[in-house]
């Protein structure tokens, strides 16, 4: 069964840093293109970032650019979701996603289940 | 950027009842445009991609339509498992960009 499992959310101050984590299961992450999409509360989904799976092509929404870096580890089946100079308006629950083809995302077949990060003094 | 906007925001519908939702792209994405299924605490369900086709394991009841700058999806007898947000997604481009959401609530 394909599964994903986000994980490394919490309580951090603005101008902070995290690093979130999303563990793959049931398919092998080089073989496809991996992204995070966020939901701030109240709010709908965001795309945040794009990897591509074999060639480590990296995208990221002009709002994170700069600031957040995406990348993956092969050996550990995992991706990961760098963010520094969080600010207060990053508060969101974090999703990771897979794509449907290994050289870029278009539309997401398999989701986390998200991790809350919250930006707050 | 591209910007999707659906129509309406808030649905309200009983089971049993054809439901459509619209989805307007600023400019067009030809049919590079998925739909999904999203309940609190769960993880979004991917329901049509390539605006038409329907995703393994989706049921039947859920179409897709449309091309250039304004898509639909269509639920032909909502069941009580539907009641949910919907939104629809753009990938014409690589900045990726959903619509706000439609809610689907029990009239």
């Known amino acids: 069964e394909v599964q994903l499992v986000d994980s490394g959310g919490g309580l951090v101050q603005p101008g902070g840093s995290l690093r979130l984590s999303c563990a793959a299961s049931g398919f092998t992450i080089s073989t496809y293109a991996m992204s995070w999409v966020r939901q701030s509360p109240g709010k709908g989904l965001e795309w945040v970032a794009d990897i591509g799976g074999s060639d480590d092509n990296t995208y990221y929404a002009d709002s994170v650019k700069g600031r957040f870096t995406i990348s993956r580890d092969n050996s550990k089946n995992a991706v990961y979701l760098e963010m520094n100079s969080l600010r207060v308006e990053d508060t969101a629950l974090y999703y990771c996603?897979?794509?449907?083809?290994?050289?870029?995302?278009?539309?997401?077949?398999?989701w986390g289940q998200g991790t809350l990060v919250t930006v707050s003094s | 950027d591209i910007q999707m906007t659906q129509s309406p925001s808030t649905l309200s519908a009983s089971a049993g009842d054809r439901v459509t939702i619209t989805c307007r792209a600023s400019?067009?994405?030809?049919?590079?445009l998925a739909w999904y299924q999203h309940k609190p605490g769960k993880a979004p369900k991917l329901l049509i991609y390539?605006?038409?086709s329907l995703e393994s394991g989706v049921p039947s009841r859920f179409s897709g339509s449309g091309s250039g700058t304004e898509f639909t999806l269509t639920i032909s007898s909502l069941q009580p498992d539907d009641f949910a947000t919907y939104y629809c997604?753009?990938?014409?481009?690589?900045?990726?960009?959903f619509g706000q959401g439609t809610k689907v609530e029990i009239k």
């Open positions: 390539r605006a038409s």
């Open positions: 996603a897979k794509g449907p083809f290994v050289t870029s995302v278009t539309h997401f077949d398999c």
């Open positions: 997604q753009q990938y014409d481009t690589y900045s990726k960009a």
């Open positions: 400019q067009s994405i030809s049919n590079w």
